[in-house]
């Protein structure tokens, strides 16, 4: 596929001090097998992963909760996936029920953030579902809990433990960020992108840009299906895999948002799986937006001189 001219970067200048933001993700993975006792037609065999900004509970109890599980129902959608309470997958009777902070959501079934979340399959029975939870539990509490996979009619099919696991990285791509093509502004954004790929497609979007506006908070940065960033009219919108994921990622609850201080800087970074990869990404816009909603920066994710 030709790339539209805009200003990306190929150099490893990009990689700087400066946009690399610590920590690193934080991992735990869980091996899916059959649930204790289940004796149905699945055979469900994968793993799942939950990624976390950092290892300390108190400071993030959001994860980025990322399936990548076949022998599941076929056609499967809305079906459930849970941290359970238990901590072993050797007994029904001890796997217990979902596992969050009742203490800062409440009790209630209705205050249960994981009813509000699902897993989809192919025709194969396959699933590469990908979303963001906060349960109130961060990556200390939730090592060593059981994951349950759910049938379309609630049955218990799959099950597994999560346990620390290493990060296997795909590679990166870097953008430089300029002002956005026909875009009136009072002042004009500069600065680095690194979005980080993992191999199961869920990705580290890490940011240091200044220019922007003052005391933007939860202002938006997407990746755009757009392979230019010089024609306001062919950045087009935001990018991500309808089969993966049928709700849109590239919003503030999924974690793609900015803040700046007082002078317009902003520098940080979030995890987010958008159902492609870093192969399907190579040469796709990205856009910074102000509060209003209005594209104040743009530029071109490209790889390092040599690696494509």
């Given amino acids: 596929m030709g790339k539209g001219k805009g200003k990306g970067s190929r150099s490893k200048g990009s990689k700087s001090e400066a946009s690399r933001v610590e920590p690193a993700p934080y991992l735990l993975q869980a091996e899916i097998g059959r649930y204790p006792g289940y004796e149905g037609e699945y055979y469900p065999l994968g793993i799942v992963r939950g990624r976390f900004n950092t290892a300390s509970d108190e400071d993030s109890t959001s994860m980025l ?7 599941l129902e076929r056609l499967c959608l809305g079906c459930g996936v849970h941290i359970h309470v238990g901590t072993t997958c050797e007994s029904a009777d001890e796997v217990g029920g979902h596992y969050w902070n009742t203490i800062i959501f409440g009790e209630s079934d209705d205050e249960d953030p994981w009813n509000a979340e699902s897993y989809q399959t192919d ?3 396959r699933s590469t579902s990908g979303f963001v939870i906060d349960s109130g539990f961060g990556i200390k509490d939730n090592t060593g809990r059981a994951v349950v996979i759910h049938g379309q009619d609630g049955t218990r099919i799959g099950c ?3 346990e620390p696991a290493p990060e296997n990285t795909v590679g990166s791509l870097y953008s430089d960020i300029v002002p956005y093509p026909g875009a009136e502004l009072t002042t004009l954004p500069i600065g680095e992108v690194e979005v980080e790929f993992f191999s199961d497609s869920t990705l ?7 220019g922007l506006e ?10 755009h299906t757009g392979i230019t960033c010089d024609d306001e009219d062919l950045v087009l919108g935001h990018y991500w895999d309808l089969s993966e994921k049928a709700d849109d990622p590239w919003v503030v609850a999924e974690g793609a948002s900015y803040n700046t201080d007082s002078e317009g800087k902003a520098s940080g970074h979030f995890f987010l799986f958008s159902g492609y990869g870093f192969e399907e990404t190579v040469g796709r816009a990205l856009v910074f937006h102000g509060q209003d909603g209005g594209r104040l920066g743009c530029g071109m ?3 390092p001189l040599g690696v494509m």
């Fill in 65 to 71: 909760f990322k399936l990548n599980i076949g022998g």
């Fill in 123 to 125: 025709y194969l029975g």
């Fill in 160 to 162: 597994g433990i999560l």
């Fill in 204 to 210: 580290l979007f890490r940011y240091n840009v200044e």
């Fill in 214 to 223: 003052a005391n933007c908070m939860d202002c938006g940065v997407h990746i």
């Fill in 301 to 303: 994710l490209l790889p």
